[in-house]
């Protein structure tokens, strides 16, 4: 189904498709891109495997889902994902997610669809991460759609965050395909999981004359995410501990780092949970509410699904050991664990024109609040 009123932001179309191939096959990257995910074999032979391709499907079926064994193979101990059992594989979803890592967080949840035996969904692709012809390529024939970032005037920003309402709601609707969609407007950095109440307006701007019926259309299932060891931790510490002094500015070719980061670092133990979807009966229990408080209610819905789901590690109980002075949590870790974690986190003394301690006490940060953010959750 199409509708040209997307063309700005939709994936490929499947004619669209071979070409597509072809180029990522004749870019000067891709002898690099090859050696990853097709380590034994001759370039020419990869170049003319990419080039055969005529669908989205196979080329997530053939690389996409090779791209996702590697990672799992060279940078994760074990991957684990729980709850597909609540869902359909004959629905169409709106996975709301917690957001950790760039890439990862939809890619390896893609990869769990896949071989379940659900279809993939579409994922939403910002516009900052379009840095050039091939990731274009590659993201569009994954089933990536384009988003802005904020910015510009009130009206632009309105009408950007329509365009992407009814886009999602066509998807899901019309299309009859799932989306991913972060919980916020960017990675979490310090280890806070909280879903933008703007995120959850943006849902409902498409159907604007019943909220209840807007996002029981879309059928909302928050997922969580947990790593053991948090994608680009040195990196995430560094910006918040710079952020203090002033606005934080990316430098040219950041995202790409982070991307590459958060491919190559070793994870440990990764966990996603798809959570229990978003029920009509709990929207409607809310029905009463003012819009905004409505909003509100349905992020905080969200954020006890996502806290409540995510899985602690040694590392998240040695952090908040280290970072509040005392032995709570000493039976959930060993020596060994402890010992690797401070060797981690040594890391950041040959920064020694920052605040190494402060430096050491954000570090401590990221890893610690989850406790903090699930204890908050038990309490509500």
């Known amino acids: 189904m199409k509708n040209p009123k997307f063309d700005d ?5 499947e004619e669209e498709i071979p070409d597509a191939m072809k180029r990522i096959a004749e870019s000067a990257s891709f002898p690099l891109l090859a050696s990853y ?12 495997r990419i080039s055969s391709f005529r669908t989205t499907k196979e080329f997530q079926a053939e690389t996409m889902r090779l791209v996702n064994q590697r990672v799992i193979e060279n940078s994760i101990k074990q991957f684990t994902c729980t709850g597909i059992e609540r869902l359909d594989p ?17 890619s390896l949840l893609q990869y769990h669809l896949f071989i379940n035996g659900f279809d993939t969904t579409e994922i939403t692709f910002g516009a900052n991460l379009m840095m050039n012809p091939l990731v274009v390529d590659i993201g569009k024939a994954n089933k990536m759609f384009r988003v802005e970032r904020p910015g510009g005037s009130p009206k632009d920003f309105y009408l950007a965050s329509m365009h992407l309402s009814e886009y999602i709601r066509y998807v899901i609707t019309e299309k009859h ?11 979490t950095k310090n280890g806070i999981d909280a879903t933008d109440q703007g995120i959850v307006k943006m849902f409902c701007m498409s159907e604007p004359s019943n909220k209840i019926k807007a996002l029981a259309d879309l059928n909302i299932v928050p997922v969580s995410v947990s790593y ?31 991307i590459l980061t ?9 966990h996603f949970e798809l959570c229990k979807p978003i029920a009509h009966g709990e929207l409607c229990a809310l029905e009463n509410l003012t819009n905004n408080e ?5 992020a905080k819905l969200i954020d006890r699904r996502i806290n409540a789901a995510y899985k602690l590690f040694p590392n998240n109980f040695i952090a908040h050991d280290l970072r509040y002075g005392n032995t709570k949590y000493q039976l959930q870790y060993t020596e060994s664990q402890k010992e690797a974690f401070l060797d981690r986190m040594a890391k950041l003394n040959r920064f020694d ?28």
Request: proline share 3%.
């Open 37 to 48: 995910i097709y380590p034994n074999e001759a370039i020419e032979d990869v170049k003319k």
């Open 9 to 13: 932001i939709r994936p490929y179309y």
């Open 294 to 298: 409505y909003h509100h209610s349905v």
């Open 228 to 258: 053991e060891w948090e994608s680009c931790d040195i990196l995430k510490t560094l910006e918040l501990y710079q952020t203090q002094y002033g606005q934080y500015i990316k430098k040219p070719g950041e995202d790409l780092n982070s």
């Open 90 to 106: 004959r629905q169409s979803y709106l996975y709301v997610s917690n957001h950790r890592d760039i890439m990862l967080d939809a």
């Open 353 to 380: 024109t920052c605040d190494v301690e402060q430096l050491k006490d954000i570090f401590l940060s990221i890893y610690s609040n989850p406790i903090e953010n699930i204890m908050k959750t038990c309490e509500s």
């Open 262 to 270: 958060g491919i190559l670092q070793q994870k440990g133990n990764v």
């Open 177 to 187: 395909q799932s989306v991913w969609i972060a919980q916020r407007n960017g990675r």
